[in-house]
């Protein structure tokens, strides 16, 4: 088990470039999240994929925010024409779906995006 | 829409103190309260949690107190270390709900 990892760990773009994201969950797990934290605040939900299907979105998540996880594996994120409101942690979590029994999350340490 | 409201926004605390952190709810579709800890630079990690078919549920020093009525539940950290100095979220997710609502979090400093 070597844990959630999200690459990069910083990106400092300019507004208007895009930019992408990947999260890598751990292995066995099925379900993955993204969600978005600002200073001073708890993470918010985003998005959520189980298996390769991604069966939520947050209204948080405008059409300039594409997610991804083929074939049930790793998962981007990408976000097109930037704006400085973007700026924030985005956090990848995942879990092993116990069928309708409460889980628990395993986050990774984030990609901190600064929009210049 | 904040439907899961924390107190304090920050924490200091002597080592060997309690710590106590407070959340309400408003969802009573709500039935699992997991507390998560975060430290600078890392994504949260699972702390604690409790359903809400018993008041309180103690592991180690972390104490979750329970009140369903009231729609309230709260953190207790017994002998505070130096080492518990990080940010604590509240959270609350739905029966077999995939989504996980956070409070605003509290930030604990311990002075040594």
């Known amino acids: 088990d070597t844990g959630v990892s999200q690459n990069p760990r910083h990106k400092i773009t300019k507004r208007g470039q895009n930019v992408t994201f990947r999260c890598d969950p751990i292995?066995?797990?099925?379900?993955l999240y993204w969600y978005r934290q600002t200073l001073g605040q708890g993470p918010e939900f985003l998005t959520y994929f189980q298996n390769e299907a991604q069966l939520e979105k947050s209204r948080l998540l405008s059409d300039r925010f594409s997610a991804e996880r083929p074939k049930g594996s790793f998962s981007t994120l990408e976000i097109q024409r930037t704006e400085q409101g973007d700026s924030a942690m985005y956090l990848c979590?995942?879990?092993?779906?116990?069928?309708?029994?409460?889980?628990?999350?395993?986050f990774g340490s984030g990609t901190q995006l600064s929009v210049l | 829409q904040q439907q899961v409201k924390q107190s304090p926004q920050s924490l200091i605390v002597q080592k060997g103190g309690i710590s106590i952190i407070n959340c309400a709810y408003e969802n009573t579709a709500f039935d699992y309260f997991p507390w998560y800890q975060q430290f600078p630079g890392k994504g949260p990690a699972l702390l604690i949690a409790?359903?809400?078919?018993?008041s309180e549920k103690k592991e180690g020093r972390f104490t979750i107190s329970f009140n369903k009525s009231a729609k309230q539940f709260s953190l207790h950290i017994m002998d505070s270390q130096p080492g518990d100095s990080a940010t604590y979220f509240c959270?609350?997710?739905?029966?077999?709900?995939?989504?996980?609502?956070f409070g605003a979090g509290t930030r604990l400093f311990v002075k040594a």
């Open positions: 959270a609350a997710q739905d029966t077999g709900g995939f989504k996980t609502i």
């Open positions: 979590a995942s879990s092993l779906d116990p069928g309708g029994i409460n889980e628990k999350l395993f």
């Open positions: 409790i359903r809400p078919d018993v």
């Open positions: 292995s066995e797990h099925n379900r």
